[in-house]
Each structure stands twice: as structure tokens, then as C-alpha cells.
Nanobody
Framework: QVQLVESGGGLVQAGGSLRLSCAASGRTVSSYDMGWFRQAPGKERDFVAAILWIGSRPYYADSVKGRFTISRDNAANTVYLQMNNLKPEDTAVYYC????????????????WGQGTQVTVSS
């Protein structure tokens, strides 16, 4: 059974930084496309970033381009999300997920999810 565990969330002031980690079981990180999504109160779960299993090519939502960086460490079976210059609108629960098939921008195309980690950015 695939398990994904997020960590690294917390409370920061606007302009600060956080690095989220997603530790996975098995060969999940090295053999699948991985993604980060976030869900703010009263809003839908939205795509943040993804990294392909071959070549580690990254993709980002327009709202985080230039501020967030997704990366992976196959030996540690871990995917990271470095978040810089955080803004109050980044406040959300952040989820790590493994893509099963289809367009990686859509949450419904991911088959395994972590429990999420809270990120709160104050003004």
C-alpha cells in the first residue's frame, strides 16, 4: 500500500519561506509523476506543482511561478516543495499526491494522497 506523508508546514509572515517534504513508500517518487495541490477554506483543491518521473521536468501554476520550486530525491523517496516569498493567499492545506493517469493538472487523475500539511501566511 502506497503511503505519502507531508511535513514542513507552519505559520510564517508574508515574505517568508517554508520547505514542504513528502515522504513516500516503495518506489513511488522515482517511478511516478508527483504533484502538490492545495485547498484553502471555502475553495476547491487546486494544482500547485508537478514533477515528471523521467527527467524531473517541473510544472507550476501561474500563481506560484518564480516563487515555488518542486524537486525530488529518489534515494530518499521524497519530493519537496520550496516556497519563497510567501503571500497570505498561499494559506491552505497542502497535499502531496501520485499521478495515476491523464492530465496532471487535475486532482481526479491522482490515485494516492497524503493527509496534508497546513501552511498559514500572516500579513
Amino acid at each position: 500500500q502506497v503511503q505519502l506523508v507531508e511535513s514542513g508546514g507552519g505559520l510564517v509572515q508574508a515574505g517568508g519561506s517554508l520547505r514542504l517534504s513528502c515522504a513516500a513508500s516503495g518506489r513511488t517518487v522515482s517511478s511516478y509523476d508527483m504533484g502538490w495541490f492545495r485547498q484553502a477554506p471555502g475553495k476547491e483543491r487546486d494544482f500547485v506543482a508537478a514533477i515528471l518521473w523521467i527527467g524531473s521536468r517541473p510544472y507550476y501554476a501561474d500563481s506560484v511561478k518564480g516563487r515555488f520550486t518542486i524537486s525530488r530525491d529518489n534515494a530518499a523517496n521524497t519530493v519537496y516543495l520550496q516556497m519563497n516569498n510567501l503571500k497570505p493567499e498561499d494559506t491552505a492545506v497542502y497535499y502531496c499526491a501520485r499521478r495515476q493517469a491523464g492530465n496532471f493538472y487535475l486532482a481526479r487523475n491522482y490515485d494516492y494522497w497524503g493527509q496534508g500539511t497546513q501552511v498559514t501566511v500572516s500579513s
